[in-house]
Each structure stands twice: as structure tokens, then as C-alpha cells.
């Protein structure tokens, strides 16, 4: 079993012990302070989102006795926030909304010295699909049409993701790879800056989570052609998957919580029974 797929799966049982009834546990632990709830990339972008909308779902049910401190850290493909949680001073207090940089920002750059592993699993509060994006300006309409396109360009085409390794690079890789592409790849720190950029023409397509380009498909500046996904998505339904298209392949963005290492018992008891409820 791999490294990733143990985490993954730790943060999976940490979800189900969330879902026990609260007499399970009798700890009593409360936050004695503001929580810090750091988002693992850059303000607008899917993570940001989920850690906005749990923040005022927490508030408006008035489920803590201490408020959640959202703050944006996607510094280095989430290197930030990543020695920021490694870092903290009070681990009861110290929690972060992950993407998949989780996993591979620490195998990217090993120097940071972080393990993964010593951080304490909270709860998977869901996954995000990926969808690929053009300006409707491009006059592109298909996905074979986009293929056609981005060979036509021999390098020259330009895409823009969420940092370099992680997520939305690891996407366009296997497009390059699987029908042989050449392109040039703008690393953003975050989903909603590559969004933004598609919507203003800086760069010619995404693979933006569906939330992170939500406004723009709504306002018509950006147009789906294909979704990651294992079957096609019910807010795109005449968009194709890429397993449509003969390529068995599937990518999900994870939106999960962690608490920092050295959180105690007590307090991620707590922190899985209040994520439950959200």
C-alpha cells in the first residue's frame, strides 16, 4: 500500500469514527481559543470555498464555542501551509483543508521535511471531479476539436493550473502524454486565479474544478469539453468523460481536513464529531 493511499484511507476511518454518536466519546474537550483553520492553496480556489462553507455553516448552527480562522497559505504547491501545520506551536488549535498537494508536495520537495504521516487525520468531507475548459471565444466546441488545436500550435498553445506537480498539472500530463501534446503550463497558486485568467483570455484552457469556474460557465466566457470523472457529470451531462473517449482514467480532487502533529486525542475527537455534523 502506498503512502498516499494509507493517508487517504486513515483520513477515511477518521470520517467513519466521526459518524459514531457523540456518547462514544466523554472527553469534554473544548477549544480554548480561535481556531486556525489554514486552506492549503489560494483565496477563491475549491479549498478556500469548502473552508468558507464550513466556517459559515459552523457559525450559523453555532456549533463550536470558538470561532474558525480561515486563512488562505498556498505558498509552493501548498508548501506553506504544509510547514505552518508541521510548525505549530498549539497542535489543539491547528487544523487544515487539503487538495491532492497534500500527497504530492512533500514527495516533490523532500527538503521541506515533511511526513504526512505524523499528521492527525480529521474527516474527508468530499471529492471535486476536473473539467477541461476553453474561452468561448476560441471557437472550440469539442474535445477533438481542442486536440486539433493544441497540435496545430506545435508548443505554443498555453494552459494554466494550481501550482506545478500536484493536481491540475498531473491532469494535463496525462493529456499530453495520451495524445501527444505539445503546450507551455502557467502554474497559479490557487483554482480561482486560474479561473479568472481563462475568463480574461491570459491563457487558453483549465482543468479547473467545476465550483472554481462555476461563475464564468454561468456568465458563458468559458465552455466544458471534457470530464475526468467515471461517469458524466449531472451539472454537464452532454459534456463526455475521458473514459468515453477510450482512456481509462479518472482524477478526483480530495477536500480533507487534518489536524497539525501532536494534536491530542481529545481534541480530534472533537474536531471529527463537529465535522460530522457540518
Known amino acids: 500500500m502506498t503512502l498516499s493511499r494509507r493517508i487517504f484511507l486513515n483520513i477515511a476511518g477518521a470520517s467513519a469514527l466521526a459518524s459514531l454518536p457523540i456518547a462514544a466519546f466523554a472527553e469534554g474537550w473544548q477549544p480554548k481559543r480561535p481556531i486556525d483553520f489554514t486552506i492549503m492553496a489560494g483565496s477563491g480556489g475549491g479549498a478556500d470555498q469548502i473552508a468558507r462553507f464550513i466556517q459559515s455553516a459552523v457559525e450559523a448552527d453555532g456549533l463550536t464555542n470558538r470561532p474558525l480562522i480561515p486563512t488562505d497559505r498556498g505558498g509552493g504547491s501548498g508548501a506553506e501551509a504544509l510547514l505552518h501545520l508541521k510548525d505549530a506551536g498549539d ?114 484552457a483549465t482543468v479547473n474544478n467545476p465550483s472554481e469556474a462555476k461563475g464564468f460557465y454561468q456568465a458563458g466566457d468559458v465552455v466544458p469539453l471534457l470530464a475526468f470523472s467515471d461517469e458524466r457529470l449531472p451539472a454537464f451531462p452532454d459534456v463526455p468523460t475521458l473514459k468515453e473517449k477510450g482512456h481509462d482514467f479518472s482524477y478526483f480532487n480530495q477536500r480533507a481536513i487534518v489536524g497539525a502533529p501532536g494534536m491530542s486525542p481529545e481534541a480530534a475527537t472533537y474536531y471529527r464529531e463537529l465535522f460530522a455534523k457540518v
Open 91 to 204: 497542535p489543539d488549535h491547528t487544523l487544515m483543508v487539503t487538495l491532492n498537494s497534500f500527497y504530492t508536495t512533500p514527495i516533490r520537495q523532500a527538503d521541506l521535511g515533511v511526513d504526512i504521516e505524523t499528521f492527525t487525520p480529521i474527516t474527508m468531507m468530499g471529492v471535486d471531479p476536473f473539467v477541461l475548459w476553453v474561452h468561448k471565444e476560441s471557437g472550440i466546441t469539442t474535445f477533438e476539436e481542442y486536440v486539433a488545436k493544441v497540435k496545430e500550435m506545435d508548443g505554443e498553445y498555453v494552459m494554466g493550473g494550481t501550482g506545478t506537480g500536484q493536481e491540475d498539472s498531473i491532469v494535463i500530463a496525462y493529456l499530453q502524454n495520451a495524445f501527444d501534446l505539445k503546450l507551455k503550463y502557467i502554474p497559479f497558486d490557487g483554482g480561482s486565479a486560474v479561473a479568472k485568467e481563462l475568463a480574461g483570455q491570459q491563457i487558453m
